[in-house]
T-cell receptor
Framework: AQTVTQSQPEMSVQEAETVTLSCTYD???????LFWYKQPPSRQMILVIR??????QNATENRFSVNFQKAAKSFSLKISDSQLGDAAMYFC?????????FGAGTILRVKS | NAGVTQTPKFQVLKTGQSMTLQCAQD?????MYWYRQDPGMGLRLIYY???????DKGEVPNGYNVSRLNKREFSLRLESAAPSQTSVYFC????????????FGEGSWLTVV
């Protein structure tokens, strides 16, 4: 079975500081995608960043970057220069075939 | 452009009642999904439809049925609602090709008493 584990139910960060959200996954597939999604209180789901398993280079989108360790099946999200608007639930997700499986989520709180 | 539209947004059911959650997308996406979101458990896949005419079970299919009516519409039916099915339900869609982002509806809040 393909699983996604987010071991941090909640994280806090000071505004302008850096925070890292952890995600591990398990899959028997050789080709797959990994995603981070943001869910603010509005419940809207927003794509933050995606990573293809075949690409060794870590994906980056502005202040968001990932540390993809394929052998360790780890996919952490680093948020630099945290802003109040980053406060949300963050989900790690694994795509294989036509399925998209999500982790339990990490609530990120940003302190001013 | 409406995206993914779910109805109803709120519903209260009595144990044993049945109901259907409706979902439609106007983005010409092949794949559609139903998830439920519960505190501490994230989003769990109930059923999905890779393309028109096909449906497959996800992680938590028990107690649910689905119908892919056409390319646009994918409904979720609770035949005999149970309190354990109290949750927020999300419909989603995306193009068939790998790596594409998934688009979610606004959610349907269902309470079973």
């Amino acid at each position: 079975a393909q699983t996604v584990t987010q071991s941090q139910p909640e994280m806090s960060v000071q505004e302008a500081e850096t925070v890292t959200l952890s995600c591990t996954y398990d899959t028997s597939e050789s080709d797959y995608y990994l995603f981070w999604y943001k869910q603010p209180p509005s419940r809207q789901m927003i794509l933050v960043i995606r990573q293809e398993a075949y690409k060794q280079q870590n994906a980056t989108e502005n202040r968001f970057s990932v540390n993809f360790q394929k052998a360790a099946k780890s996919f952490s999200l680093k948020i630099s220069d945290s802003q109040l608007g980053d406060a949300a639930m963050y989900f790690c997700a694994l795509e294989y075939g036509n399925k998209l499986v999500f982790g339990a989520g990490t609530i990120l709180r940003v302190k001013s | 452009n409406a995206g993914v539209t779910q109805t109803p947004k709120f519903q209260v059911l009595k144990t044993g009642q049945s109901m259907t959650l409706q979902c439609a997308q106007d983005m010409n996406h092949n794949s559609m999904y139903w998830y439920r979101q519960d505190p501490g458990m994230g989003l769990r896949l109930i059923y999905y439809s890779a393309s028109e005419g096909t449906t497959d079970k996800g992680e938590v299919p028990n107690g649910y049925n689905v119908s892919r009516l056409n390319k646009r519409e994918f409904s979720l039916r609770l035949e005999s609602a149970a309190p354990s099915q109290t949750s927020v339900y999300f419909c989603a869609s995306r193009p068939l090709n790998s790596g594409n982002t998934i688009y979610f509806g606004e959610g349907s809040w269902l309470t079973v008493v």
